[in-house]
């Protein structure tokens, strides 16, 4: 099963960054939409950003001002920046990418913000 690779995530201090990444393998090409959901323990997956092969992004409110999204289509490569983080910001954080109506998704990366 295609799989996408995070890395990055770790622990931070409240008010500090982070940066995430996301690499696609290259038998995935084309990619249309690539994005970042968080999950915490107990609730549902939530969207955090997205981004088109094309650059039009799109933020959950939570996250618009401090978070943001890049990608590099020659690498098949997301990125998310995340600045001012929170301690609610704590969670797993899982990589998408949506090709042709196919999804695909990492096994995630443990963002850990501390007070």
């Known amino acids: 099963q295609v799989q996408l690779v995070e890395s990055g995530g770790g622990l931070v201090q409240a008010g500090g960054s982070l940066r995430l990444s996301c690499a696609a393998p290259r038998s995935i090409f084309n990619i249309n939409r690539m994005g970042w959901y968080r999950q915490a323990p107990g609730k549902q997956r939530e969207l955090v950003a997205t981004?088109?092969?094309?650059?039009?992004?799109n933020y959950a409110d939570s996250v618009k001002g401090r978070f943001t999204i890049s990608r590099d289509n020659a690498k098949n490569t997301v990125y998310l920046e995340m600045n001012s983080l929170k301690p609610e910001d704590t969670t797993v954080y899982y990589c998408?990418?949506?090709?042709?109506?196919?999804?695909?998704w990492g096994k995630g990366t443990l963002v850990t913000v501390s007070s």
């Open positions: 998408n990418a949506v090709r042709y109506g196919n999804e695909y």
């Open positions: 981004i088109t092969r094309g650059g039009t992004t």
